[in-house]
């Protein structure tokens, strides 16, 4: 199974700031993937960070709000700009490995005041 | 685009009684499904998965069986416990591309009373 270790796990912040959310991975893995889990809602994939080039945002999601690094092959960042209260959230990392299992991290909880 | 409808929650059961949460799904290649599950305050875990038709994925006391006719993907258990309350997903990936991005149904929440 693969160990995924996210930091922070929780905080609080002030709406206008940013927060980088860093996902460390046990091994090393072609692609991260972060997700976005609004309050009494359903996972929805922000982007596919690849390793040597810029990450893939999937519809409704753009690089100035959510900058993304993938500086090496076991670890990826997600940066949550300018923030308001809409964008707390739980913000989780991905990864999959062979055998067509897909595992998580514990995620970070985003709260917004 | 490929898709994951579930049953809409809350399923509110007592101890002992039979689960069934109804999974569809709808996709243009040939999805590996699976179903995670969140307990309160925590993060997601697997349940169980399926890559291929009439393969059924179990964990913990819960199936489920991948019919490609019915494109379903249906969670069951026996007999539930008061610890099986939380909320579950099922979600589908199109794994031929080497791609493990998940979709995701709206989730079902189980309260399971003593």
């Known amino acids: 199974s693969a160990v995924i270790s996210q930091k922070p796990s929780r905080d609080i912040c002030q709406r206008g700031t940013s927060l980088t959310i860093q996902c460390q991975v046990d091994s090393q893995v072609t692609m991260m993937f972060w997700y976005r889990q609004q309050p009494g809602q359903s996972l929805t994939l922000i982007a596919t960070?690849?390793?040597?080039?810029?990450?893939?945002?999937e519809s409704g999601f753009v690089i100035d709000k959510f900058p993304i690094s993938r500086p090496n092959l076991t670890f990826s960042t997600l940066t949550v700009s300018n923030m308001s209260p809409e964008d707390s959230s739980i913000y989780l990392c991905?990864?999959?490995?062979?055998?067509?299992?897909?595992?998580f991290g514990e995620g970070s909880w985003l709260t917004v005041v | 685009g490929d898709s994951v409808t579930q049953m809409e929650g809350p399923v509110t059961l007592s101890e002992e009684a039979f689960l069934t949460i109804n999974c569809t799904y709808t996709?243009?290649?040939?999805?590996?499904l699976f179903w995670y599950v969140q307990y309160p305050g925590e993060g997601l875990q697997l349940l169980l998965k399926?890559?291929?038709?009439?393969d059924k994925g179990s964990n913990k006391g819960f199936e489920a069986t991948y019919r490609k006719e019915t494109t379903s993907f249906h969670l069951e258990k026996g007999s539930v416990q008061v610890s099986d309350s939380a909320v579950y997903f099922c979600?589908?990936?199109?794994?031929?591309?080497?791609?493990?991005?998940?979709?995701f149904g709206s989730g079902t929440r189980l309260l399971v009373r003593p």
């Open positions: 960070a690849n390793q040597g080039s810029e990450a893939t945002y």
């Open positions: 991905s990864v999959g490995r062979s055998g067509n299992t897909i595992y």
């Open positions: 399926a890559t291929k038709a009439d």
């Open positions: 996709a243009t290649g040939y999805p590996s």
């Open positions: 979600a589908l990936s199109d794994l031929t591309d080497s791609s493990y991005k998940l979709i």
